[in-house]
């Protein structure tokens, strides 16, 4: 029997209806039923229902645990900062790989899963003047969130056999940081058949630049997450073509709930054209099965895609000449093929 699982797929602007079908044409190849429960975030439709279309949003991501979301447009509100704080996503994974066929200035090859801690650090708190020439601001760090993003991290790093480095600057923000490395190594004494090194977080930087192969999992506060990831997607080439998982968890530190996008935004410039990319859309529907449990499919999805590009295989944005229908049909052909039996 084919597995079927229920997914909240939540409707953006510009190119999200071109990817949405993309998505729909690719589960088709799939061996397995997802059944997706679409929510209207579009902004017409924000802007008719109001808070309602975040309430029926929220209800049904909370009943399937799984959501797809497509860039939405930033108008009177972010859509991703209200589900942040309406579903308490309070950790963010961002796989950064280089990916064949985007160009690069960097020479190496990367393949990093930031694992941030997407609360608290310093942007919790806007921060205050003091007199004319001087402000202040706070910057928070909890074991709650810390012990959530350690335990997820470790989960993955044995689950997929990978090294963990937390980095932070431990030596300086000796209450805060130390407070970060603490919770880092009581969890990671549960997790003794991985290996865990701790850097400081500008040290990291340099040497993720120099030598990309010795980091795997990197486990990090708010601000540091949010300056590596951006770093880690130049290195790669592209800020475009990533993909998120947002994640919220039961007081046992399981994952409750996964919110999963592409990095990318509505491109409105392209909308309505079939020249938008999906690949970043089909690298979060790939996380999204790996978090179903759906690892060997999900790696599959990954992998066609992404051969696919190596082989010059690519949408207009990366210097080829297919369609998003086109790309879609092949990345579609090329999972059919892998999953087919031998024989
Ligand atoms: P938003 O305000 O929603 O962030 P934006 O246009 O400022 O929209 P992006 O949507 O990220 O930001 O687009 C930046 C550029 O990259 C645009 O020229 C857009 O066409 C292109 N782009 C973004 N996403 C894709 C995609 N999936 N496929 C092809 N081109 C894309």
Do not use: W
């Amino acid at each position: 029997m084919r597995p079927t699982y229920r997914v909240t797929e939540l409707l953006g602007d510009g190119i999200g209806a071109e990817l949405s079908q993309a998505v729909h044409t690719l589960a088709e190849a799939l061996p397995l039923d997802l059944c997706f429960e679409p929510v209207d975030l579009s902004l017409e439709n924000r802007r008719a229902a109001r808070d309602a279309v975040y309430d029926q949003a929220v209800a049904s991501i909370l009943a399937n645990g799984v959501a797809l979301k497509y860039p939405t447009i930033t108008a009177e509100e972010s859509p991703n900062q209200v589900l942040r704080r309406r579903l308490n996503l309070s950790v963010i994974h961002r796989p950064v790989t280089t990916i064949p066929g985007v160009p690069t200035n960097f020479r190496r090859d990367l393949d990093l899963d930031i694992v941030r801690i997407a609360t608290g650090g310093t942007y919790d708190d806007p921060g205050r003047m003091i007199g004319n020439d001087g402000a202040v601001s706070l910057r928070i760090v909890e074991r709650q969130a810390v012990l959530e993003a350690a335990r997820y991290a470790f989960t993955l790093a044995r689950k997929v056999g990978r090294r963990v480095t937390s980095a932070s600057k431990y030596t300086i923000q000796k209450a805060t940081d130390g407070l970060f490395e603490r919770v880092t190594n009581e969890v990671a004494a549960q997790f003794p058949e991985v290996e865990h090194n701790v850097e400081l977080f500008d040290a990291l930087l340099a040497k993720i630049i120099m030598a990309p192969d010795k980091f795997q999992i990197v486990l990090v506060l708010n601000e540091y997450g949010d300056f590596l990831s951006d770093m880690a997607c130049g290195l790669a080439g592209s800020l475009g073509i990533g993909a998120s998982a947002n994640l919220a968890f039961d007081a046992s530190g399981v994952v409750r709930v996964a919110l999963f996008d592409a990095a990318h935004g509505t491109a409105p410039d392209i909308a309505g054209q079939n020249r938008a990319n999906p690949t970043a859309i089909f690298l979060a529907l790939a996380l999204l099965l790996a978090q179903l449990g759906e690892t060997g499919i999900a790696q599959v999805l990954k992998d066609s895609t992404l051969d696919l590009l190596r082989r010059g295989v690519r949408t207009r944005d990366l210097g080829g000449s297919e369609s998003t229908t086109s790309f879609t049909a092949a990345v579609a052909a090329e999972i059919r093929s892998r999953l087919e039996p031998v024989g």
